[in-house]
């Protein structure tokens, strides 16, 4: 068991990375973890892994984090990512992937820069949270990314920092939940998957712990600065992942 712990030791100090960071925020597991995992794993187990790893976390989060959150923006944000969710899907056989992330990377960094420069504040209501939320479902199936358009929404909202980490850890654990239960509907292997992440479950306990400790050190000012450079870096993600295809 301990030399089986060892040889997993890489992949569960990229889970660690990605647990801490996103115990600091509310997001940022995945679009962290994800690639990293993929120099060791084959990218559809990656996928499988990282649903059961954010499960687990957002679910250890939300114990502490439940009443901190914004409960009404939660809920029409999971409304809305239900009902959008469908629509992806026929996106996503109508347009390629590298496409649409590419385009979606481009549009999400035009509004950050927008917002960023002129300090644009977004009026959280349950209209604009199912708006997001949709986007988020949309993106969720289409790209295997949906945090970005919840993060816009609530870093640019009048959200204090410990509420925005709430109400993200809050909607991903109830997302997280849909996407294994479509998974299993659809006959993915989630049992292999399972078997295999359990091992990086360490890495994903201890970043949370040391993250959460960090987070209440971590200022204002900080916090945003943290985020805004984490949404960048997704943009940025996305675009490359879109124009790869043509440059490499």
Known sequence: ??????????????????????????????????????????????VLMMV????????????????QAHHQTVFWMFVGAIVSQPIGFFVYDAITPDGLRMFIGVLLLISLIVMQTFKVK?????????????????????TGMGG??????TAYSDLSASQIRATCILFFFFNNIVSIATYVVGGAAMAGAIKEAVWLLPG????????????????????????FTMLLGMCLYMIWQGLKPFVV
């Open 204 to 227: 994903i306990f201890l970043g949370v712990a040391c993250g959460s400790y960090a987070f209440h050190r971590v200022s204002a000012g900080l916090f945003r600065k943290i985020i």
């Open 148 to 153: 970005p358009p919840l993060i816009l929404y």
């Open 52 to 67: 059961f790893l954010s499960l687990c976390s957002n679910t250890w989060q939300s114990l502490f984090v439940f009443r």
């Open 122 to 142: 977004i009026p959280i209501s349950p209209r604009n949270s199912a708006i997001t939320g949709s986007a988020c479902g949309l993106m969720s199936i289409t």
């Open 1 to 46: 068991m301990l030399e089986t712990l060892v040889a997993h030791l890489p992949p569960i100090v990229c889970v660690f990375t990605a647990a801490f960071l996103q115990a600091i925020t509310g997001f940022g597991l995945v679009i962290i973890a994800a690639p990293l995992l993929m120099f060791f794993y084959d990218p559809k187990l990656v």
